[in-house]
């Protein structure tokens, strides 16, 4: 009996297979191989269920396209490269955030957002 947290494997592997099949490829093992080990070391429950449902791997490489992606999509519509992979990383990897980040961590920052944010505090000179 699958638990309420366990992936649909079928699923997963359709995914992993599209991402393999795509024009740019499966992520690098390094990066791969650097997520897994992020995992174990903050989240060691989740990481030992994706484990024992022999999806490991291919979690964490669907994880990596799909920051990736996302990434690409906000750099197209003018973030800035480093905003953008913090944003996707945030997002699809499963990360925990550093201590600092997390009182931002609602907030939209976005070209659109920030420019509302300058607007608020010239308002306030």
Same mark, same amino acid.
């Given at each position: 009996? +699958?638990? =309420? +947290?366990?992936?649909?494997?079928?699923?997963?592997?359709?995914?992993?297979?599209?991402?393999?099949?795509s024009?740019?490829?499966?992520?690098?093992?390094?990066?791969?191989?650097?997520?897994?080990?992020?995992?174990?070391?903050?989240?060691?429950?989740?990481? +030992?269920?994706?484990?024992?449902?022999?999806?490991?791997?291919?979690?964490?490489?669907?994880?990596?396209?799909?920051?990736?992606?996302?990434?690409?999509?906000?750099?197209?519509?003018?973030?800035?490269?480093?905003?953008?992979?913090?944003?996707?990383?945030? =997002?699809?990897?499963?990360?925990?955030?550093? =201590?600092?980040?997390t009182?931002?961590?609602?907030?939209?920052?976005?070209?659109?957002?920030?420019?509302?944010?300058?607007? =608020?505090?010239?308002?306030?000179?």
């Open positions: 009996m +699958n638990s =309420e +947290n366990d992936l649909d494997k079928a699923r997963v592997m359709r995914w992993y297979q599209e991402i393999e099949e024009e740019t490829g499966l992520p690098s093992q390094g990066r791969v191989r650097e997520l897994i080990a992020a995992w174990k070391e903050q989240d060691p429950a989740m990481h +030992n269920r994706l484990r024992k449902q022999g999806l490991l791997r291919q979690w964490a490489t669907i994880c990596l396209a799909s920051a990736d992606e996302e990434s690409d999509l906000l750099i197209k519509s003018g973030w800035s490269p480093a905003d953008a992979m913090a944003e996707a990383s945030r =997002e699809h990897l499963m990360l925990e955030e550093p =201590e600092d980040e009182e931002d961590r609602d907030v939209e920052m976005g070209p659109e957002a920030l420019g509302q944010r300058i607007r =608020e505090a010239q308002s306030l000179i």
